[in-house]
């Protein structure tokens, strides 16, 4: 146990909790404790990351239900036993799907939520919205519709949204899994600028490389049991990831995939004109750009789900795989061995599933429900699910999002293989990291344009895009 | 724009269907403020109920008729950037022309015989007739004016408004009326994607039972996305007490100008069916002309006053 701090915002004592019908515990004995300043909680997918967030304002137990023991503390209430509107008022949590929490269409109504519920009078909930969205500097979204939002953006509203009711504890559930370079930066600038105002900031993150550095101090959630790490920690293991020596491919001599003057976006409206794109078989080709600068209207485009407005779109022969944003949505089996199998049967593959969960990593959880899963875990699933049966054309979308460094490298070996079987790649990514340790080529996609960075762009591309 | 490397490309390839110059004329950007409804929820909630009666105490198809062009009118005064009136239309038509139908094949009765189906078809079979048609026209004109009358709950107002036009002892009813509304186009969403990652696993549409591998994930996402939000809600205090809002209730001339005369219309609809004045129409068992009576039209036509836009409507407090 820790010795008690007087400073301390959080005090976790001997805690254990199991989810409901489980009998292993999410949290074993944590014992813990939380201070103002940026705290960063690092951990491999389905560790209890998320879990032990949701402890802090009482959604577990009580949300959740399940069995709990040992004692904790948050901002001076019981989260075990304190009503989560009162606990509330102290703590604030922002999920890891912005999209899914958004009760309200508008940004200010949005973010005025939590202090309607507690009946603030009108005045002072405007006085509060407006000082809460000048100081995470989107004043100007007021009125915006939030379907209309960039990803940062929409990321700073749903944090205004948790900080207008200026909780002690803030706690963030992998905030930048899901925004370029740009949204990140503001989020973390956001976030520091709480912790320097004396609160507890608490970010579970797996893109350390960005967070590590900022963080006061660093947790690690492993299989429940939570430790203490230090703060740079994040940022050797982002750099231990890339593979040194890894070579690009010479250019290939003939296109695999080509796009030929194409003007592209969903309904009739063209967010993408113009382009002329190709790339080689056994070569990789990253596609970065910010939110909305329509790289998933590309890969669509390309797999021949979104027919193009104008153009060519030609791909090799055999079957094309494509990863969607939200691959976890895809699966509907009793199992991933089935998930896998399903796409095997398919595709006329004779290639077994065990060899597809043994590549991620999944073979321990093969003959589990997929949706029982951890966001990252389930991500492996979908990704093993998506890339069985040898395609020769792999579209990913933001591949990488939510998952830990193990699950990042079983994606870079897998596509590693792929491109030696002379598949060819093409990734969304806003992981930079990702981009840079496989890519043959780079495509920034901006303002509707398309542009390849010159070669070599590896080293630079790990500080991130400008 | 990258170089085309060489040749050797195999099978696949889609050409575009539109020529380029349409597509750069595309190239378009949603500024994304918040819809411009400029009169009160609470006033569109009034004027919305009060179409809906007068369109359903009636099968006239005059009436109607004028409350389905009504509200349209209304729709397209009032309709904010970046939404589209092109599927509610779709629907409508759809759902006029299947009401249509089926009174054809399943009413029988009428003077003026069309055709005939053979008596062996169960239900079906027998003669098909003008009335038939007629009076199934008239109850798909009933769908679309209702359909019609409650689109701008939708289509003009934000989740937030809804909440807003509800009486305070309903409040909690339009949370949920407008998380709902904002769970539908991620359902959407959802399905768009679903379907695409299935197709590209190989999946193609079958009989019924193809559709689960679309189906089934989509609404057991449809689930968690549901209790994800239950709990970002209750995180964010829902449930503590009694609310307030952030809305500045502003209810002046305009609204009661729509709102007296929106109330007098189903009123007087309502009044002249209690008085026994002939409001229906039956075609049977010949054709004839529907009853019209000059006081039901004006009431019809006093729905349109929010079609007339005033140019101050145009700003909206947020």
């Known amino acids: 146990m820790m010795a008690p701090n007087g400073n301390a915002i959080a005090r976790l004592d001997g805690l254990s909790y199991w989810y409901p019908n489980q009998d292993e515990p999410s949290l074993r004995a944590v014992d813990l404790e939380i201070e103002p300043g940026l705290t960063l909680v690092a951990g491999d997918s389905g560790g209890g990351k998320s879990t032990l967030l949701r ?30 509107p009162r606990l509330a008022q102290r703590v604030g949590l922002v999920f890891q799907d912005v999209e899914t929490q958004s009760v309200y269409g508008s940004v200010a109504r949005e973010i005025a939520f939590g202090l309607e519920n507690l009946g603030v009078v009108r005045a002072e ?42 909780p002690l504890l803030v706690a963030l559930d992998e905030p930048t899994s899901q925004l ?46 939570v430790a203490a790490g230090d703060a740079q920690g994040g940022a050797a293991r982002g750099a231990a990831r890339a593979t040194p020596g890894y070579v690009p491919r010479a250019a290939a001599r003939y296109a695999a995939w080509e796009m030929r003057g194409v003007a592209t976006g969903p309904g009739r409206e063209a967010v993408l004109a113009d382009l002329s794109l190709a790339g080689g078989p056994g070569e990789v080709v990253a596609l970065l750009g910010p939110n909305g600068s329509g790289k998933t209207t590309l890969l669509r485009t390309l797999a021949g789900l979104l027919p193009p407005l104008a153009g060519t779109v030609r791909r090799p022969a055999g079957r094309t795989a494509y990863l969607p944003q939200n691959p976890g949505a895809l699966l509907h089996l009793p199992t991933v061995r089935a998930e896998v199998a399903l796409t095997l049967r398919r595709t006329g593959s004779d290639q077994r599933p065990e060899a597809m969960l043994a590549a991620f990593g999944l073979d321990r959880l093969a003959d589990r429900y997929p949706r029982d899963l951890s966001s990252g875990e389930r991500q492996r699933a979908a990704l093993a699910a998506t890339l069985a049966g040898s395609p020769t054309l792999v579209l990913l979308d933001e591949p990488t999002r939510g998952m830990d460094a193990a699950a990042r490298r079983s994606l870079a070996a897998a596509v590693r293989a792929l491109t030696d079987r002379g598949s060819a790649v093409v990734l969304a990514t806003h992981d930079t990291e990702l981009a840079a340790e496989l890519a043959d080529r780079t495509i920034e996609l901006r303002g509707g344009l398309a542009t390849e960075l010159r070669a070599g762009l590896a080293t630079e591309l790990r500080g991130g895009l400008p | 724009m990258t170089a085309v490397p060489g040749s050797g490309l195999g099978a696949d390839s889609i050409e575009g269907s539109a020529p380029a110059s349409e597509a750069h004329a595309g190239l378009a950007s949603d500024a994304g403020l918040a819809s411009g409804a400029g009169l009160a929820p609470r006033a569109w909630l009034v004027w919305s109920l009060a179409a809906v009666t007068v369109a359903l105490c ?38 006029a022309a299947l009401a249509a139908l089926i009174n054809l ?91 695409d990652a299935q197709r590209m696993r190989g999946w193609k549409p079958g009989g019924l039972r193809s559709w689960n591998e679309i ?18 809600m209750e995180a964010r205090a829902f449930g503590a007490g009694r609310r307030t809002s952030y809305a500045t209730a502003s209810f002046g001339t305009r609204e009661v100008v729509v709102v007296v005369a929106a109330l007098a219309a189903a009123a007087l609809f309502v009044g002249l069916r209690v008085a026994g004045v002939p409001m ?39």
Do not use: K
């Open chain 2, 105 to 195: 094949l399943a009413g029988h009765t009428g003077a003026d015989v069309l055709a005939r189906l053979p008596d062996a078809l169960p239900l079906l079979g027998g003669p098909l007739t003008l009335e038939s048609l007629a009076f199934g026209g008239a109850i798909g004109l009933g769908l679309v004016a209702a359909l019609l009358s409650v689109a701008p709950l939708s289509l003009i107002l934000e989740p937030h408004d809804v909440v807003d036009a509800m009486p305070a002892a309903l409040e909690r009813t339009g949370i949920a009326v407008a998380t709902s509304l904002n769970l539908v186009s991620g359902f959407g969403r959802t399905f768009t994607e679903v379907r």
């Open chain 1, 125 to 166: 909930m405007r006085d509060r919205v407006d000082e809460t969205m000048a100081a995470l500097g989107i004043e100007g979204l007021a009125d915006r519709r939030l379907s209309t939002l960039s990803g940062g953006e929409r990321q700073r509203v749903a944090l205004a949204a948790v900080l207008v009711l200026r």
């Open chain 2, 215 to 232: 189906l089934v994930p989509v609404v057991l996402t449809a689930i968690e996305d549901s209790v994800l939000l239950a709990e970002s």
């Open chain 1, 180 to 225: 370029d370079p740009a949204g990140a930066a503001a989020v973390l600038a956001a976030c520091r600028r709480l912790a320097a105002e004396g609160r507890a900031v608490v970010v579970a993150e797996h893109r350390l490389e960005t967070l590590g550095p900022a963080a006061d101090r660093t947790l690690t959630v492993e299989g429940g049991r």
């Open chain 1, 55 to 84: 402890l802090f304002n009482g959604l577990v137990p009580q949300f959740h239900g399940g069995r709990v023991s040992g004692r904790a503390e948050v901002a001076g209430l019981d989260p075990l036993r304190s009503p989560i």
């Open chain 2, 280 to 318: 229906d129409w039956y075609p049977y068992p010949t054709l004839s002309l529907p009853p019209i009576q000059p006081l039901a039209v004006a009431g019809c036509l006093g729905l349109a006053l929010p079609a007339f836009r005033l140019p101050a409507a145009r700003e909206r407090c947020r």
């Open chain 2, 58 to 95: 009636t099968d006239n198809p005059v009436y109607r008729g004028l409350v389905a062009l009504v509200a349209l009118n209304v729709l397209l005064t009032w309709l904010p950037p970046g939404r589209r009136l092109r599927p509610l239309a779709v629907a409508v038509t759809l759902a």
